[in-house]
């Protein structure tokens, strides 16, 4: 039998315990780019084996553990799938009411649900900056039961949102299905109507929470991805919209795709694997810098669905994304041939150029498409400043000094 290996990161880990725990079956998940059959050791990021996965049939069928994994850490402290499976079985056991808090309770479902048996549960995201309020939820619900204020016990239950080469298929399993998988039966939701239920909001942990929620939505990154072909004005409008978010006081970044070139991805070609590692990288590097709350704009090429889908996983777990396409057309960029590379590539010189010798694949999931020989620097710029803006918290757009 053939043994492959893959290392994941530590939302991987997290989803290899949960399969462990029960709350995620084998079938469920998805190995990217595995074989069809056979064995594959998983890994960590320290490269220490963690588990093998049993491949038949295209799926997943069997996990085994080759150790104890890592202690999980949610913003909601330490917290690992396995003991807390235990913990939840026997607690569900024990017949009390299981509450799945799915946004910020009302005084009058705390009121309803408290109970000394109660179950209050919500699932923590392993990263603090995506946009999902349950560490809040889980934070503000614990001072009220530190309080007195309502009674039962809280449960924090891992979030299983990998989004590297092990995913689960069909997306993050929602809370109640989590706590089915374990044995509740009965699951009551709580917190879904939150925002038209604002006016009944009395305890003060809660309204707490809710105020730290909107500041750190204020401050969430974004990953901006410029997709489009050579001279197509992925840089030019990058570095506006760079500018104009400088200008408006946010964190930002911008990697051009030649400049990425120059360090980060020195040495690689521009066959199909080279250019799809390079688009990667420089969505690790953008993704490091969202989750620290900067938004971080890249213009690479792209031209690959497999590397912007990839990016965008990556991104969406460390704040919001954005995909613009500079659908310039080739003719235009080819009679722009700032650096007289398209001549170069008729002539033969360049080979796998794109748009001449190299594909480009046109995204069919961009967020806005931009044509810059339709429309100005500036123009473009508000445009893309216009959807950033109903991801993130930004101002009105105003043109950069630069650029005025
Ligand atoms: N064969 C070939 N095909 C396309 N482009 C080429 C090639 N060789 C060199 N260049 C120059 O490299 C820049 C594109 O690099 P990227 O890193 O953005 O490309 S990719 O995303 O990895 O496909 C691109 O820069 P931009 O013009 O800024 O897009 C070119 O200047
Ligand atoms: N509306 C526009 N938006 C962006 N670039 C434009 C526009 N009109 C003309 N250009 C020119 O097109 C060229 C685009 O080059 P660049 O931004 O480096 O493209 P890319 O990064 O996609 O290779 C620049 O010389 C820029 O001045």
């Known amino acids: 039998m053939t043994q492959s290996q893959l290392v994941v990161d530590a939302a991987g880990v997290d989803l ?18 595995a074989p069809a059959a056979g064995a594959v050791e998983v890994r960590d990021e320290e490269n220490t084996p963690i588990a093998c996965l049993y491949l038949a049939s295209g799926g997943v069928a069997g996990v085994e553990p080759r150790r104890e994994l890592a202690t999980m850490h949610g913003p909601a402290g330490a917290l690992s799938a396995r003991p807390c499976a235990e ?20 005084s009058k479902q705390l009121d309803e649900h408290s109970d000394k048996d109660a179950l209050w549960c919500v699932t923590v995201p392993r990263s603090p900056h995506r946009h999902d309020h349950s560490a809040n939820v889980a934070r503000a619900v614990h001072t009220l039961l530190a309080n007195g204020e309502i009674a039962g016990r809280l449960v924090a239950i891992p979030a299983f949102d990998a989004a590297g080469p092990l995913t689960v298929t069909d997306g993050s399993p929602a809370l109640p299905t989590l706590l089915h998988r374990l044995g509740a039966d009965r699951v009551v939701l709580v917190g879904d109507a939150f925002t038209a239920a604002v006016g009944e909001l009395a305890p003060s942990a809660i309204l707490d929470e809710f105020s730290r929620t909107r500041s ?41 795709g030649d400049e990425a070139r120059q360090m980060l991805s020195a040495g690689l070609g521009f066959d199909r694997e080279s ?11 953008a993704a490091t810098a969202a989750s620290l709350g900067a938004v971080a704009i890249m213009a690479p090429i792209a031209p690959f669905e497999s590397s912007r889908a990839a990016v965008r996983a990556r991104a969406l777990r460390a704040g919001a994304f954005v995909l613009v396409h500079i659908s310039t057309p080739l003719a235009e960029c080819e009679r722009r041939d700032r650096k007289g590379l398209y001549a170069k590539a008729r002539a033969g010189e360049i080979p796998d150029f794109t748009g001449i010798s190299s594909p480009y694949e046109p995204p069919t999931d961009a967020d806005i498409v931009i044509d810059t020989s339709e429309i100005s620097v500036d123009d473009a710029v508000a445009q ?7 991801k993130v918290q930004l101002g009105p ?5 630069a650029q005025s």
Do not use: C, M
């Open 216 to 256: 750190s939505a204020a401050q969430s990154g974004a990953v901006v991805l410029f997709t489009g072909l050579s001279g197509s004005g992925k840089s030019t409008v990058a570095k506006a919209l760079g500018a104009a978010l400088d200008e408006a006081g946010r964190k930002t970044v911008v990697i051009d």
């Open 16 to 33: 290899i315990e949960g399969v462990l725990a029960g709350f995620v079956a084998p079938r469920d998940l998805t190995l990217h780019g």
């Open 384 to 390: 893309v400043w216009e959807i950033l803006s109903s």
């Open 275 to 285: 250019r799809n590692l390079n688009v990667e990288r420089i969505g690790y590097v």
């Open 397 to 401: 757009y105003r043109p950069a000094i």
């Open 87 to 106: 913990d939840l079985r026997a607690l569900i056991a024990a017949g009390g009411p299981v509450i799945a808090l799915e946004g910020f309770p009302t």
